[in-house]
């Protein structure tokens, strides 16, 4: 009798340059994970049985005609899931929340502000972060509550712990982040188990 496979971490690609270093990322914190396209149906997803799921970035604007979508039920599925920078922007303008386009953009080291919550459990509250965006989250899902802030960004992190929902402006897969890979074992081991 062949043993069950894996479940898997589903880092959903939305076009980030780092989508495969997020995988990565997973990998070395010991989690099997899977690289899938942004057009995946929920159906399959649900299908997949997987342990968590992993929106990435991406360089285009929620805004814009033709930018990378997902289907609105994945949000519904019970799964944890973590968005990343377009991924939590794409997150917190499809569940209520708002995504501002603002004339100027935050590239580079960041300092982020008040750090709380399940993503940053043991870590400091004010840590640098690597940011890349030009559209921000100015007001976070319905029901959510923000849990981190930069000087220009005021939603730069948010959860909604009952509906296992997480989003991050910043990125925690990068080296320049130095906590990021912290926040990501505190998102698969201490969120979705």
Same mark, same amino acid.
């Given at each position: 009798?062949?043993?069950?496979?894996?479940?898997?971490?589903?880092?959903?690609?939305?076009?980030?340059?780092?989508?495969?270093?997020?995988?990565?990322?997973?990998?070395?914190?010991?989690?099997?994970?899977?690289?899938?396209?942004?057009?995946?149906?929920?159906?399959?997803?649900?299908?997949?049985?997987?342990?968590?799921?992993?929106? !990435? +970035?991406? @360089? &285009?604007?929620?805004?814009?005609?033709?930018?990378?979508?997902?289907?609105? %039920?994945?949000?519904?599925? =019970?799964?944890?899931?973590?968005?990343?920078?377009?991924?939590?922007?794409?997150?917190?303008?499809?569940?209520?929340?708002?995504?501002?386009?603002?004339?100027?953009?935050?590239?580079?080291?960041?300092?982020?502000?008040?750090?709380?919550?399940?993503?940053? !459990? +043991?870590? @400091? &509250?004010?840590?640098?972060?690597?940011?890349?965006?030009?559209?921000?989250? %100015?007001?976070?899902?319905? =029901?959510?509550?923000?849990?981190?802030?930069?000087?220009?960004?005021?939603?730069?992190?948010?959860?909604?712990?009952?509906?296992?929902?997480?989003?991050?402006?910043?990125?925690?897969?990068?080296?320049?982040?130095?906590?990021?890979?912290?926040?990501?074992?505190?998102?698969?081991?201490?969120?979705?188990?």
């Amino acid at each position: 009798m062949a043993d069950d496979p894996p479940r898997p971490v589903l880092v959903v690609d939305l076009g980030a340059q780092y989508a495969q270093l997020i995988a990565r990322r997973v990998r070395e914190a010991r989690v099997y994970s899977e690289l899938v396209p942004h057009t995946l149906p929920a159906e399959e997803v649900r299908r997949r049985n997987p342990l968590a799921l992993i929106l !990435s +970035g991406g @360089p &285009a604007s929620v805004y814009a005609e033709g930018a990378p979508q997902v289907d609105e %039920t994945l949000f519904e599925l =019970g799964v944890p899931t973590l968005g990343i920078c377009y991924g939590a922007q794409l997150m917190a303008l499809r569940l209520g929340g708002e995504v501002q386009r603002t004339n100027t953009s935050e590239f580079g080291k960041t300092d982020l502000e008040g750090g709380s919550g399940a993503l940053f !459990s +043991g870590l @400091p &509250a004010a840590q640098t972060v690597w940011m890349s965006h030009r559209d921000t989250v %100015t007001a976070p899902p319905a =029901g959510a509550r923000v849990t981190g802030r930069s000087s220009s960004t005021p939603v730069a992190a948010f959860e909604d712990p009952a509906r296992r929902l997480y989003g991050v402006q910043f990125h925690p897969e990068v080296r320049h982040t130095p906590y990021g890979q912290d926040v990501l074992k505190n998102f698969l081991y201490e969120i979705a188990g």
